[in-house]
T-cell receptor
Framework: SQQGEEDPQALSIQEGENATMNCSYK?????LQWYRQNSGRGLVHLIL?????REKHSGRLRVTLDTSKKSSSLLITASRAADTASYFC??????????FGTGTRLQVFP | EPEVTQTPSHQVTQMGQEVILRCVPI?????FYWYRQILGQKVEFLVS????????KSEIFDDQFSVERPDGSNFTLKIRSTKLEDSAMYFC???????????FGQGTRLTVV
């Protein structure tokens, strides 16, 4: 299976703390994307990082990519209760489709 | 902002019945996808569609499934004879040309009883 793995599977933090989620993948990629999913809802695109990029920022989000280790991390700084959701990484594996990781369930307590 | 629209948002069907899930992709996008997510589980690739034909399908996408773009705009997923294990959220997604993000619809929650 090409599916990536994410860790941790679940993460609970207090508001104001930073949340870090990690994603590992199997083979070479063109890009890696992070998505957010509120319970029972659709997938919302957060950020895309290309294989020749090492870091990207978007607001309170910071994504890193280490192609030598085949891993990526998503950092959410100064978390809020509204950040409570599941977070998925997805990779293209040099194809036209996305393969999703197993996801991290983030709970932010007020 | 452009968006992918899926209908219905929720469908309940009896086992053995046929269902058609509908998606209106973003108009100038080229690649279309269906994904499935069983409750609380991973998002699984079903099928990709490009240039009016299937370009790739997963092992989940068996003979009970089919996709069509009947009128050049809507994109449908048909499940011919539903099983209990087909109960899931079904997401339509599309992709423009180049190295870009995929846009997902809000999903159709299919419940087979």
């Amino acid at each position: 299976s090409q599916q990536g793995e994410e860790d941790p599977q679940a993460l609970s933090i207090q508001e104001g703390e930073n949340a870090t989620m990690n994603c590992s993948y199997k083979t070479s990629i063109n890009n890696l994307q992070w998505y957010r999913q509120n319970s029972g809802r659709g997938l919302v695109h957060l950020i895309l990082i290309r294989s020749n990029e090492r870091e990207k920022h978007s607001g309170r989000l910071r994504v890193t990519l280490d192609t030598s280790k085949k891993s990526s991390s998503l950092l959410i700084t100064a978390s809020r209760a509204a950040d409570t959701a599941s977070y998925f990484c997805a990779t293209d594996y040099n194809t036209d489709k996305l393969i999703f990781g197993t996801g991290t369930r983030l709970q932010v307590f007020p | 902002e452009p968006e992918v629209t899926q209908t219905p948002s929720h469908q309940v069907t009896q086992m053995g019945q046929e269902v058609i899930l509908r998606c209106v992709p973003i108009s100038n996008h080229l690649y279309f996808y269906w994904y499935r997510q069983i409750l609380g589980q991973k998002v699984e690739f079903l099928v990709s569609f490009y240039n009016n034909e299937i370009s790739e399908k997963s092992e989940i996408f068996d003979d009970q499934f089919s996709v069509e773009r009947p009128d050049g705009s809507n994109f449908t997923l048909k499940i011919r004879s539903t099983k209990l294990e087909d109960s899931a959220m079904y997401f339509c997604a599309d992709l423009g040309q180049g190295n870009t993000e995929a846009f997902f619809g809000q999903g159709t929650r299919l419940t087979v009883v």
